[in-house]
Nanobody
Framework: QVRLVESGGGLVQPGGSLRLSCTTS????????VGWFRQAPGKEREAVSC????????YYSGSAKGRFTISRDYGKATVHLQMNSLKPEDTAIYYC?????????????WGQGTQVTVSS
């Protein structure tokens, strides 16, 4: 089984930035399309961004587009989510999943999540 691990969350003021990272315990993430998803308290999980295995194709939700950037570091078998211009409504637990579905609606393997809090 593959376990995904997220990191990089924290507390940031509105307008600030965070960079999330996703990797696997066995450094196998390079073999998978990867997605970032988030879930706020009392709300359903929603897709944020996905990237194909080779990095050629990406998806961003309407709220993420123009503010967030997904990328891959093949040397470290890691996928990053750079989040800029953060808003309070971005507050959620962020999860990565792999392999991500082509329509960025989920994945087979999930991490335990990293908390992102945007507040003054």
């Amino acid at each position: 089984q593959v376990r995904l691990v997220e990191s990089g969350g924290g507390l940031v003021q509105p307008g600030g930035s965070l960079r999330l990272s996703c990797t696997t315990s066995e450094h196998t993430l390079d073999y998978y399309a990867v997605g970032w998803f988030r879930q706020a308290p009392g709300k359903e999980r929603e897709a944020v961004s996905c990237i194909s295995r080779d990095g050629d194709r990406t998806y961003y939700s309407g709220s993420a587009k123009g503010r967030f950037t997904i990328s891959r570091d093949y040397g470290k078998a890691t996928v990053h989510l750079q989040m800029n211009s953060l808003k309070p409504e971005d507050t959620a637990i962020y999860y990565c999943a792999a392999p991500a579905r082509e329509d960025c609606t989920g994945g087979d393997y999930w991490g335990q999540g990293t908390q992102v809090t945007v507040s003054s």
